[in-house]
């Protein structure tokens, strides 16, 4: 126990006389919990348009001035030609192209008037596609508007919309617990898995291993620090994204804790049996990026696993991330209990003995 | 010596005569064959050198007797105790010294001794009689960061962390190698001074002229020993006339003398070449057939353990 202690108390004094980790495991949570929710963001904003006027008349100009009140849309060129319009898009001055044809107000009177053409660049999908869907709400909205003012009817409401859990449809609010997950990987999962290839490297393991302190006592105190570190920097996060964007969350901070252990324990436990194969930091480094490219893609950090298809979702399943994320969004936004988890957490349990038996055995292997 | 605290504890081991006994010891990497069958036994309190170029064999051997690894055939016993089976009482009745500089760079040299004293179970003052005389030169830089160190203040610092759980056998894996002259002459002082106490020390170097600081050498190339004896043993071991020569152009001497009859080998050492004579030589004869270079010169050389490796070697 008395060398146990030891060897813990080295593992912090050579983090602390790093130059650079002491830094990185302050100042990281707080850039990614602080920064990269303004970042992270699927609301699309800033969409430029172009309103090729051929009408010149009040209904377009009650067009163009609700487009400029709307604050997701730029109104940037008001021309008449649209050949100069398309120019402007192709060269991604401007997202979309609105053309008012001739006589619109008039015919608009009448009866059915030539139809009003939308043109997006839809390179960016998202954006093309929420840009179109803007301009025709607001268009909409104009000639609602137009319609009532020339007949004294008030158009009555016939939907209403609730958004339930996230009742202002906020992307940040979806994407902060996940960003806690990113904060784990990357310091619960790299750093040990370097700290111990790096002892390999510099030849101390051996000099580790000639002394009677066993290989287990050796590894327990490679990942302590890291799991300590691990709940510390939860909690800056925790902290960070309630005073930086008010969310808390609505289940018990319990919940969170219990997933964040069962969290760390499965993740340095991966990462320990990828350690245990490479021999140098490179290699770690690189077979390490190459999974959390896979958890952070496909684990529902970024984009729902129920709009990934068929094959894709029940591979998820694999993806220890994936539960840690959906219990931090469940209890964060729905205030999910432990009970109502229970599958989450009994698969994180289940991936945490999976793991660290799986680095005990590759440990062995290795004379 | 002090007696209170026993090396080691040799009291409690089993009665043996030898520190080190290896039987018939076999390695593998891969299409490598590291170490091919060696046998052979280093006595209690021994400085024992084991002498040889690198891809010998040596660390190979060391990381099989400090039971980091296993033999693939073969077996041996440290202080009476099995590498395989018994490792664990080994390793805490051993000290070992890797090649390489392995301590932690970032911790100072206080803390890496507090360190290794730790992991052992025991206290830097505990063992400060033992380790004093080396400990006390790297002493005024105990504040510095282990890395940080010189090429020989870092040996001093790797042997202090050897030695701090009073170890009854030492292993050296080249502890002197990238060490300037004066600071190696010092160290084997100290390994002298360490034989006094009665540790076994087994040793490896690829320098010839240490092997003379030992009792017993073992000469060994490509993973088998090619002979063990103590240097004026290996020495007398060389049982022909050996010559130095020199001339203007030696490259061209080297490749003429290999011509000559009754030169039995030829090859360059330091400023000159040596001349491996057999019985048929005749200096005279030599300097005729070489009359036409200049500057031709022949003198009667002492053999050296580095030619008796040769000629074991070539053999």
Partial sequence: ?367 | MNNELPIGGIDQAPCVMNAIEINNLSKRYGKVQALDGISFAVGQGELFGLIGPDGAGKTTLFRLLTTLIHPDSGSAKVDGYDTVNEYRIIRSRVGYMPGRFSLYPDLTVEENLQFFAATFGVTIEESYDLIAPIYKQIEPFKKRPAGKLSGGMKQKLALSCALIHRPSVLFLDEPTTGVDAVSRSEFWDMLAGLKKLGITILVSTPYMDEASRCDRIALCNEGKILGIDTPKGIVRGFDRRLYGIRAKNMFTLLERSRRVAGVEDCYPCGEQHHLVAADNFDVAMFKAQLSDMEDVNIVIKEPTIEDMFIKLMKR
């Fill in chain 1, 1 to 367: 126990m008395r060398a146990f202690l030891v060897l813990i108390q080295k593992e912090f004094l050579q983090i602390r006389r790093n130059s650079f980790l002491p830094r990185l495991i302050i100042a990281f949570p707080i850039m990614i919990m602080l920064i990269m929710p303004l970042i992270m963001t699927m609301d699309v904003r800033n969409v430029n348009v172009a309103i090729v006027d051929l009408d010149r008349s009040t209904a377009s100009r009650r067009i163009a001035s609700h487009i400029e009140a709307s604050e997701y849309l730029t109104l940037t060129h008001t021309t008449t030609e649209y050949s100069r319009a398309i120019e402007a898009l192709e060269h991604g001055m401007i997202d979309v192209i609105v053309q008012i044809p001739e006589h619109f107000d008039r015919d608009f009177m009448i009866a059915t008037p030539q139809r009003i053409s939308i043109t997006a660049n839809a390179v960016n999908a998202t954006k093309g596609g929420l840009g179109m869907q803007y301009i025709m709400q607001t268009i909409a909205l104009s000639l609602s508007e137009m319609r009532s003012e020339s007949v004294p009817v008030e158009i009555s409401e016939l939907v209403t919309i609730e958004n339930r859990y996230n009742p202002t449809l906020n992307y940040r609010h979806y994407m902060i617990p996940a960003l806690m997950i990113i904060l784990f990987i990357l310091i619960c999962g790299f750093l040990p898995a370097l700290s111990i290839v790096g002892e390999k490297e510099s030849g101390s393991i051996e000099q580790i291993n000639v002394t009677p302190i066993s290989r287990f006592t050796f590894t327990l105190s490679k990942l302590v620090p890291y799991w300590i570190i691990g709940l510390f920097v939860v909690t800056v996060a925790m902290l960070v994204a309630r005073l930086a964007y008010g969310l808390v969350p609505i289940g018990s901070v319990g919940a969170i804790y219990l997933g964040a252990i069962l969290f760390i324990l499965t993740i340095s436990g991966f990462s320990l049996t990828i350690a245990n194969f490479s021999e140098t930091m490179q290699q770690t480094m690189f077979v390490m990026f190459f999974f959390i490219m896979v958890f952070m893609l496909m684990s529902g950090l970024l984009t729902p696993i129920d709009s990934m298809p068929d094959w894709a979702q029940k591979f998820t399943i694999i993806l220890p991330p994936r539960y840690y994320i959906e219990i931090l969004r469940s209890v964060y936004l729905k205030g999910s209990t432990i009970a109502e988890l229970n599958s989450n957490f009994i698969a994180l349990g289940v991936f945490a003995i999976i793991f660290n038996t799986l680095a005990a055995l590759t440990y062995k292997k290795q004379a």
